[in-house]
Structure formats: C-alpha cells, structure tokens
C-alpha cells in the first residue's frame, strides 16, 4: 500500500513510486528501518577518507623535510587534492546514470588504492601533487555521493552525522598514528602503504553493501520523479527537464556553495597547518602537537555523533548559528592563552562544537531541493567546497613564508566570522514549489521542516 510520506526529508532518489487510481504517482511507504549495512559502510569509507585528510597536517613537516620544500612549495598539496575533487563532481551524475551506486562504491576505492600506491613509492614531488589529485578523484565520488545520499533519508540530520562522525574519527587518527609509526622508526612513505590496505578493504565492503544499487535502479527512480511531473502538469516548470543546468537555477545551490567555500576552508586549515604551528609557534613536542591536531578530530567525531540529536531537536538553521557563535569564542581563546595543553583542550572543544556544520549545510540544501537533483548538486557544493578547502591552507602556506606561522591563528578566525555571515544568508532561503517529483515532499512536510527550524 502506498500512501504520501509527511517527512520532509525523503528523497525521489531513495524511494519507489507508485500508481493509485486517479493515475497519479504516490511515493511508496517509505520503509521505517534505516539501511543499517550500507550506512556502516559508508562510515568507513568516511573514517578513510578522515585518515587520508588529516594525515597531511602531520605529514608536511616530513614532506618539507624529505623534499627540502619551503611552506609556499609544500602548500601545493592543498591544490591538488581538490582538482581532482572537481573533476569527479563533474562526472558524479554521469557515473549515477551508467554505474548506479555501484558504479561510485568500484571507482572510489580504486582511485584511493592507485594514489596511496604512487605516493608510497616515493616519487619526485610533482608526482606525489598527481597522487592527491588522484585521490582527490576518489574523495569526490564518495564524499558527495554519501553525503546526498544520506542528507536525503529519513533522520538525514542524525544519518549525516554518522557518516561525518566516520570521517572525524579517521581525521583523529591520521596525525596521531603518522607520529606514532615515525617515532617507532618507520619512513613517512610507510603510512601510504597502510592506507593501500585500507583502501583494499573499503573496495571490498562499499560493494558488498551497495551490490544492489545498480543504474537500472537509479534510473527507474529519475524517471518516477519525471513521471510525477508529467502526471501533474499544474506543476509543471522548465526544470522538469533534468539536464546540467537545473541545479543552478536554484539560490540554495550557490549560497550553499559560498557556504562550503569559507567553511570546509577553515576545517582544512585548522587541520593542516595546526601541527606546524604548534610545533614552531608554541614550541610542543611532535607528540603534543600531533594531539593538538588529534584532539580537533576527536571533538569533530563526538560532535557529529552527539550533537546530530540535538540539532535535529532545535532546528538546524538555529543550532549552526549557536554552534558558530561558540567556536568563535573558542578561536580567541585559543589566539589567547598560548600553553600547549590548553591548546589541545580548546582544539578538541572547537572540534566538537564544529563538527555539525558540515553535514548540517547538506541536510538544509537536500530540503530546499528536488530529491532527484541531490546528488548533482551536493556533489557541485561539495566541490566549490574543497576549492575553499584549498585556497585558505595555501594562502596561509603563502602568507607564512613571509609574515610567519602566527598568523594561523587569527586567519582562522576570521574565516570563521565569514563562515558565519554566509550561513545566515543561506539560512533564510525557503523552499519552493517545484515540478520533478517532489512536490508531494514538499507540500507534506516543508511547514514542518519551516516551523521547527525557523
């Protein structure tokens, strides 16, 4: 029996359709219990994704070492990473049509294991630059694939906090155990090596989980969606049409995308250069400045596994303007106080109150827009998100250079500000009525998504 979900959150992508008498579309009884197998794989795919992130922060050190590289030439692998995020956003949709799930579950670890394997081998320079574009490739099918996925679900505030919480609790152990195997003896290029194995076993359960999500799937859920519209022509509109230009008609894409710009920026920042900073500008031990970054992805696990709930319970929309608010007070405070342990402590606090930010712009974006652009436009979002995610670490490598690694701290900051003034903008945009199947989901639940987020 099919009858018309009130959530606001469910997503054409993710459910049938079917036909009742009057020959319209109803999307079918949206199943109760969560995909529990496929939502653990996905969480290990983003704890792997955490490891080959964060790892970076206490890898540039050796790497500016073993290359004799000065901060601007190291902070090339800032750019790197994101290109070929870019190019696997651009392809994301194209894979989704021809792959299905399937498709992204093959590629991703594919893209991992060959850009760990180059990297491992100890190449010039240049070409461990094209090993983490390569695995920038991987990062965005997964990353944007996942994220759409889960951001659309039912529960996708507490859903997305799950698979973001993988990814902090990968991010928590990248420096810690990079530091941890280099002061036990073991080369730097080591650590590559594990994340081959790693990346070896995210192959083998991402298709275990997602064997059944074929593109004959995906397709046949597109065109219920199509279906829908065709069914309903008072509700017809231009974009019933899907095509690579529907996502930018929408206001919500480009403000979530100047969103994602000035945050995942400063998550990147923080990550990559806070080991540096605390071993050259507050003189910690490699252990002690490995926790400061640890401690930061620690409190972004715990932030997004706990604090997913609470959100969900006050609003989206209001809770990311308290979360910002603290992690401001948090960042001058640490711009403050300049000893080593309290350092770690408010890292790890910035950590957690930062840590539902991420998954909360994507839950927002997937309720102001049709189910069957999600994963087009996460995917396009994510991107614009990771060029930030490069820009602000490479512009304080460059700043560095000449002014000197204190001026991380205060960069940050500001970032964060900027971070702040756009979600408030992007927080006012209200769905709209639209064609392409999901004018049900919207009729039926964007005055509870609106009263409980205003």
């Known amino acids: 029996m099919a009858s018309t979900s009130n959530n606001n959150e ?50 540039i050190p050796l790497l500016s070492s073993h290359y004799s590289l000065s901060d601007i030439h190291v902070s090339l692998l800032f750019l790197a990473g994101p290109t070929g995020y870019i190019l696997a956003a651009q392809a994301s949709s194209l894979i989704h049509f021809h792959l299905g799930q399937r498709g992204i579950a093959f590629l991703g670890p594919v893209f991992q294991v060959a850009a760990a394997s180059l990297i491992a081998i100890r190449p010039k320079f240049g070409w461990v630059c094209f090993g983490f574009a390569v695995n920038g490739l991987g990062t965005g099918l997964l990353d944007g694939s996942w994220c759409a996925w889960a951001g659309g679900m039912e529960g996708g505030n507490v859903v997305s906090g799950f698979l973001h919480g993988g990814y902090s609790v990968g991010g928590a152990g990248g420096p810690f155990l990079v530091t941890l195997m280099v002061e036990k003896g073991w080369a730097w290029w080591s650590w590559y090596w594990v994340l ?56 919500a894409t480009w403000l979530c995308a100047a969103y994602f710009l000035s945050y995942v920026g400063t998550e990147t920042a923080v990550s990559g250069w806070v080991v540096s900073f605390m071993l050259r500008n507050r003189n910690a031990t490699p252990y002690l400045a490995s926790l400061c970054s640890s401690g930061f992805w620690i409190g972004m696990a715990v932030g997004r596994l706990v604090l997913g709930f609470f959100t969900e319970r006050i609003g989206v929309r209001r809770a990311v303007v308290l979360y910002f608010l603290c992690a401001i007070g948090l960042e001058i405070l640490f711009a403050a106080l300049s000893f080593p342990l309290s350092s770690i402590i408010l890292m790890t606090m910035l950590g957690s109150i930062m840590g539902p930010l991420f998954p909360s712009g994507v839950v927002v974006l997937t309720r102001l827009l049709p189910g069957e652009l999600h994963i087009a436009t996460v995917s396009f979002v994510s991107s614009l998100g990771q060029v930030g995610g490069a820009f602000l670490p490479f512009a304080i490598g460059a700043v560095v250079q000449s002014l000197g690694i204190g001026v991380f701290q205060y960069a940050i900051l500001a970032q964060t500000v900027l971070a702040l003034v756009v979600w408030v903008v992007f927080a006012r945009v209200r769905p709209r009525t639209t064609a392409l199947g999901s004018v049900a989901r919207e009729r039926d639940g964007t005055r509870h998504a609106d009263s409980r987020d205003d």
Do not use: C
Request: glycine share 2%.
């Open 10 to 59: 469910n997503s054409p992508l993710l459910h049938n359709h079917e036909i009742n008498n009057s020959g319209t579309p109803k999307p079918a009884q949206s199943n109760t219990a969560l995909p529990m197998f496929k939502i653990a794989a996905a969480m290990y795919s983003f704890s792997l994704l955490g490891l080959f992130a964060s790892s970076i922060g206490a890898l």
């Open 196 to 251: 081959v194995m790693l990346s070896v076993i995210d192959f083998v359960v991402l298709l275990s989980a997602f064997s059944t999500s074929t593109a004959s799937v995906y397709r046949q859920n597109e065109q219920s969606a199509l279906l829908t519209s065709i069914l309903q022509p008072e509700n017809h509109s231009p974009t019933t049409k899907l095509d690579a230009k529907a996502i930018f008609r929408y206001p």
